[in-house]
């Protein structure tokens, strides 16, 4: 059977893991993508049933304000006519190109006229509802995308309640698959003292790390406000861009560091990180922390496990699922400051920090077993054969679009 795997990029090794887990389980895949594709050309070359088909390019941000939107056209242009160029039977569409709302609609309709059953992953139900911005044109456009799918992959339980209590989606068109493991990232190679005398970091410091998008709901300023009450021999990195309209939380953040004088401690790496310099963060750090105000999951978290980094993070979503007491993290209560600074001083007297090569193996150990490819590619290639094999007659528009 030949899929269609669509991305814009989104989490590139996410969309990767996905990639060899379906080709493991004798898919054909078509990789829809940008030039990042390029990054993984080793996977391209190792399975000939994986074809990489660019239909974005690249994004060059040295060009004006008219080139961008021109590029912008001509990746449209290249996605549309795409479908009906191609003989998979099927898409599964991750993260969408530009224009959200936009590509709600156009995508699956463009797909649909083209004779390709839909696939869906809701990496988040409601994008905009962690912002506390969701609006009727944002609800609309999910409500048409949800229902012009024939079946919708979510990660938690959550997320399935959450789309069938506010998208009036049924049952059975939900699937719960978790995330997996962000193997590409890691570097087997990388010695922690090698990561930390990239970073600048001595091997006497006790490392604690932030790593993602910065805005207001990842809790940034709370991890500040906890992290006041460590040791002076106690280090923290927050590393990942602020999203688009966070300028004003993150200058927030920097005169926050500066009023405590903790340039020292605190390292602000404010910039995209790419891919290839991942694996420092994660191999030079002690402990990963999350301090979501709200979230469902967290790709980031499965970051840290690739690593076998334990984790701190806040009782939010699904996080309790995966983070075990004292054996690969401990959870906190969300926005209460001193309570994750407490659980940040258990870590520090726990065997996980005295002894953390012994629990990193460990915890990477577990973490494979429990979060393969191979068995998410194998059950997602059950759900394909499921949509393929539906009656005819059974497709068409969904009621009410």
Known sequence: MKTILFSSGGVDHYQMGLLEGLLKAGLTVEVVGNDRLNDYRCLFDQYPGAVAVNLRGGFSPGVSHGQKILRLLRSYGRVLRYPFRSDARLVHLQWLIRLQKLDRILLPLVFHLAGKKVVVTAHEIDPEARHRRSGPINRLTLRFYYAMAERIIV???????????????????????????????????????????????????????????????????????????????????????????????????????????????????????????????????????????????????????????????????????????????????????????????LFLRSDLSVHPDRHRARIRAQARAEYSWEEIGARTAVIYQEVIKKKKGSGGLPPGC
């Open 155 to 345: 990660h938690t339980a959550l997320m399935k309640q959450q789309l069938m209590e506010w998208f009036a989606v049924g049952p059975e068109k939900i699937h719960i698959l978790p995330m997996g493991l962000n193997e590409f990232l890691f570097d087997p190679g990388l010695t922690r003292g090698e990561a930390r005398r990239r970073l600048g970091l001595g091997m006497d410091k006790k490392v604690f790390l932030f790593f993602g998008m910065i805005a207001w709901f990842k809790g940034v300023d709370l991890l500040l406000e906890g992290f006041g009450a460590l040791g002076g021999d106690c280090h923290l990195i927050i590393a990942g861009r602020g999203a688009t309209g966070a300028e004003g939380h993150v200058d927030q953040l920097r005169r926050f560091i500066d009023e405590k004088n903790w340039q020292d401690r605190v390292h602000f790496h404010l910039r995209h990180i790419a891919d290839a310099e991942i694996a420092t963060y994660f191999t030079a750090a002690d402990c990963l922390v999350l301090p979501y105000r709200n979230l469902y999951q967290s790709a980031v978290l499965f970051m840290g496990l690739t690593f076998g980094l334990p984790i701190i993070a806040t009782d939010v979503g699904t996080l309790r699922e995966t983070i075990r007491d004292g054996d690969n993290g401990w959870i906190c209560r969300p926005e209460d400051p001193k309570d994750l600074a407490d659980r940040m001083h």
